[in-house]
């Protein structure tokens, strides 16, 4: 069965440092990889998402992530955090979306 | 960009009473629509699939006669919460996904947020 772990509930950082936000999966083929951003108040938008070919993939608001088929793993990233990142953060794999419990990050400034 | 709205955005009802929600495809034909119930603090859970003209897909663990989804048309779906309890408070939410491979992505709607009392 598919399953998505996120292990993180909560991360905070400060404005201007790096963030790297982590994803597992269980999926019995090549993944279809996903992350997804939810601010209060907002649906679900879309960073980016992963189904084949280059590894590391490039998302909306400066977010990037790597998909590690060795690893099992789909890492967002992001070189400088802004204050307006401060959001909930799922990952999400498969076709039928199978979505990770997400992870809250906070910005300190 | 795809854009999927939902009405109402938020609705309060009574014990016992039907809710309908609306999702929409705007610009766009969605001949699979979703629908997604979240606990606070909590993922998505997917409740069932809907595909335009034929029966909806329902999980594991959903009640087909509580929960009744329509997909009429290419662009509208509809779930209806019959004879609401305050259990079914939740936030709402539906997804369209564009016509053509499996690997086309799903767009999301704002919610609906539901209180029972």
């Known amino acids: 069965a598919q399953s998505v772990t996120q292990p993180d509930i909560h991360i905070t950082v400060s404005e201007g440092a790096s963030l790297e936000l982590r994803c597992n999966y269980s999926?019995?083929?090549?993944?279809?990889l996903f992350w997804y951003v939810q601010s209060p108040g907002q649906g679900l938008q879309l960073l980016l998402k992963y189904f084949s070919g280059d590894t590391l993939v490039q998302g909306i608001k400066g977010f990037e992530a790597e998909f590690k088929r060795s690893q099992s793993s789909f890492n967002l990233r992001k070189p400088s955090v802004h204050w307006s990142d401060a959001a909930e953060y799922f990952c999400?794999?498969?076709?039928?979306?199978?979505f990770g419990a997400g992870t809250i990050l906070r910005v300190k400034s | 960009g795809a854009v999927v709205s939902q009405h109402p955005s938020r609705v309060i009802c009574k014990s016992g009473t039907s809710v309908k929600i609306e999702c929409r495809s705007l610009?766009?034909?969605?001949?699979?629509m979703f629908w997604y119930r979240q606990f606070p603090k909590q993922s998505l859970m997917l409740m069932a699939t809907?595909?335009?003209?034929?029966?909806?897909?329902?999980e594991q663990g959903v009640e087909k006669d509580k929960f009744l989804i329509n997909h009429a048309s290419l662009t509208l779906s509809t779930l209806t919460v019959t004879s609401a309890h305050p259990e079914d408070s939740s936030f709402y939410i539906c997804?369209?996904?564009?016509?053509?491979?499996?690997?086309?992505?799903?767009?999301f709607g704002p919610g609906t947020r539901l209180t029972v009392l």
């Open positions: 997804s369209a996904r564009t016509s053509g491979t499996s690997t086309d992505t799903q767009y």
């Open positions: 610009d766009f034909q969605a001949t699979t």
């Open positions: 809907s595909n335009e003209g034929s029966k909806a897909t329902y």
């Open positions: 999400a794999v498969g076709n039928k979306l199978v």
């Open positions: 999926y019995g083929a090549t993944p279809y």
